[in-house]
């Protein structure tokens, strides 16, 4: 009966070996989550300085996954698509830059509220960016812009 027992033990100890089972992962303490959102908050503060006031296209790539899922209609999907649309975009706007005015994180997600401004004259857009990451680089990203007006109704400006 011993042997039969210690042989169903080892058979579901190897079972479990051959099927990968592990001890669950502990969950990530407050102060990791929060370090890893501030992590995500600089990669994209990096990406969009990089991408829209060094104009530098091919290092901005490299923040971005391959599948790069892009949500603005004007710009195709994939890291592909991200370098065929951006170096049209600085022929268009060789004057732009962009000004970050806040930023959020909240898990795998950040958001920024910006200053996109477009050419030497005009007061540029507000424009908010919000970014999905996944492995450390730029997963997905969504858009909405306004742009500013000469006059507005308030003195609380857009931003």
């Avoid at 042997?3 to 990791?32: D, E, N």
């Avoid at 200053?115 to 969504?142: C, M, P, T």
Wanted: proline share 4%; net charge neutral.
């Amino acid at each position: 009966m011993l042997v039969r027992t210690c042989s169903a033990l080892a058979l579901v100890v190897l079972l479990f070996v051959s099927i990968g089972y592990s001890q669950p992962k502990s969950k990530p303490s407050q102060s990791q989550i929060e370090s890893q959102m501030e992590t995500n908050k600089e990669l994209v503060k990096n990406f969009l300085n990089t991408a829209f006031n060094r104009k530098d296209v091919k290092a901005a790539a490299e923040m971005i996954t391959e599948r790069y899922i892009q949500h603005n209609p004007g710009v195709p999907t994939g890291k592909a698509g991200f370098l065929q649309a951006i170096p049209g975009f600085y022929k268009m706007f060789p004057d732009m830059k962009w000004e970050l005015k806040h930023i959020w994180a909240d898990g795998d997600y950040v958001i920024t509220h910006s200053h996109y401004q477009f050419a030497k004259e005009g007061n540029g857009s507000a424009v908010v960016d919000i970014f999905r990451i996944k492995d450390g680089k730029v997963d997905e990203h969504w858009d909405v812009s306004q742009e500013i007006p000469e006059k507005i109704a308030h003195t609380n400006g857009m931003f």
